[in-house]
Nanobody, 123 residues
Framework: QVQLVESGGGSVQAGGSLRLSCSAS????????MGWFRQAPGKKREEVAI????????YYADSVKGRFTASQVGGKNMLSLQMVSLKPEDTAMYYC????????????????WGQGTQVTVSS
């Protein structure tokens, strides 16, 4: 069974930085795409960033382009999200997700989800 565990959330003032990490285990192969999603109270869940080692597909939401960088660290089972120039509107629960299919992540229907880590940005 695939398990995803996020870490690195917290509280920061606007303009600050945070780095989220997602550790994955239980993969039977390493050809999984991974991504970050977020959901703020009262809002729909949205994709933030998606990475696929196979084919090199990458996606960033327009709202985070130039500020957030997703990367795979130490092999293909660890995904990080470096967030800089944080804004109050970035406040949300951030979830790591994974699926063999890039399309599943783009459509918001990946097979595996982490429990989430809270990011709070104060003005």
């Amino acid at each position: 069974q695939v398990q995803l565990v996020e870490s690195g959330g917290g509280s920061v003032q606007a303009g600050g930085s945070l780095r989220l990490s997602c550790s994955a285990s239980g993969y039977t192969n390493t050809r999984f795409c991974m991504g970050w999603f977020r959901q703020a109270p009262g809002k729909k869940r949205e994709e933030v960033a998606i990475l696929c080692p196979r084919g090199g597909s990458t996606y960033y939401a327009d709202s985070v382009k130039g500020r957030f960088t997703a990367s795979q660290v130490g092999g293909k089972n660890m995904l990080s999200l470096q967030m800089v120039s944080l804004k109050p509107e970035d406040t949300a629960m951030y979830y790591c997700a994974s699926d063999p299919s890039y399309q599943a992540l783009v459509e918001g229907t990946p097979s595996y989800w982490g429990q989430g880590t809270q990011v709070t940005v104060s003005s």
